[in-house]
T-cell receptor, first 117, second 114 residues
Framework: AQKVTQAQTEISVVEKEDVTLDCVYETRDTTYYLFWYKQPPSGELVFLIRRNSFDEQNEISGRYSWNFQKSTSSFNFTITASQVVDSAVYFCALRSNYGGSQGNLIFGKGTKLSVKP | DTGVSQNPRHKITKRGQNVTFRCDPISEHNRLYWYRQTLGQGPEFLTYFQNEAQLEKSRLLSDRFSAERPKGSFSTLEIQRTEQGDSAMYLC????????????FGSGTRLTVV
């Protein structure tokens, strides 16, 4: 089975706090891709990052960083010094070729992040 | 290109009516995807095309749903005999095969069936 679990439904922080969004995935495939998307109130999904299963290097992009650990099947997302503009729903997603699927992005249920001033 | 364009943005229809949505992908992208998103949930895959060929369909895509991409450019998603359970946001995305990036999503069409 393929599945993405985002256990945190909602998180509320005060501006400038650091926050980590958790993502745990399941797949039987050895080759797969993991994604994070941001969905602001306007509704459009904004691509943040893609990571393939062979690359476990952590990545940092400005205030954003991602921690990929195959041993725990996790791909967590940290926002450092959060800002009000970070308020959105964040989705983790998985794509693999398991079962012949090549186009299917499987999304978690999302974590709603509210950053208060 | 300004991204993936979807029309209309909103559609209200009576139960039993047919509706059609349109998606214009990024022109260089050969893959096009349809997803459905209900309130409080993540997007769920419906179907995808590579050029004009429909390569995969989800079990969510009942017989009342049909999607086309006749010339490998824009796509339409039609829902026949709409039901209240069809109320959702319908998202379109596009990508290029082998891209190292993600899929580019449109703003969606919000369908309300009354």
């Amino acid at each position: 089975a393929q599945k993405v679990t985002q256990a945190q439904t909602e998180i509320s922080v005060v501006e400038k706090e650091d926050v980590t969004l958790d993502c745990v995935y399941e797949t039987r495939d050895t080759t797969y891709y993991l994604f994070w998307y941001k969905q602001p109130p306007s509704g459009e999904l904004v691509f943040l990052i893609r990571r393939n299963s062979f690359d476990e290097q952590n990545e940092i992009s400005g205030r954003y960083s991602w921690n990929f650990q195959k041993s725990t099947s996790s791909f967590n997302f940290t926002i450092t010094a959060s800002q009000v503009v970070d308020s959105a729903v964040y989705f983790c997603a998985l794509r693999s070729n398991y079962g012949g699927s090549q186009g299917n992005l499987i999304f978690g249920k999302g974590t709603k992040l509210s950053v208060k001033p | 290109d300004t991204g993936v364009s979807q029309n209309p943005r909103h559609k209200i229809t009576k139960r039993g009516q047919n509706v059609t949505f349109r998606c214009d992908p990024i022109s260089e992208h050969n893959r096009l995807y349809w997803y459905r998103q209900t309130l409080g949930q993540g997007p769920e895959f419906l179907t995808y095309f590579q050029n004009e060929a429909q390569l995969e369909k989800s079990r969510l895509l009942s017989d009342r749903f049909s999607a086309e991409r006749p010339k490998g450019s824009f796509s339409t998603l039609e829902i026949q005999r709409t039901e209240q359970g069809d109320s959702a946001m319908y998202l379109c995305a596009s990508s290029f095969t082998g891209t190292s990036g993600g899929y580019t999503f449109g703003s969606g069409t919000r369908l309300t069936v009354v």
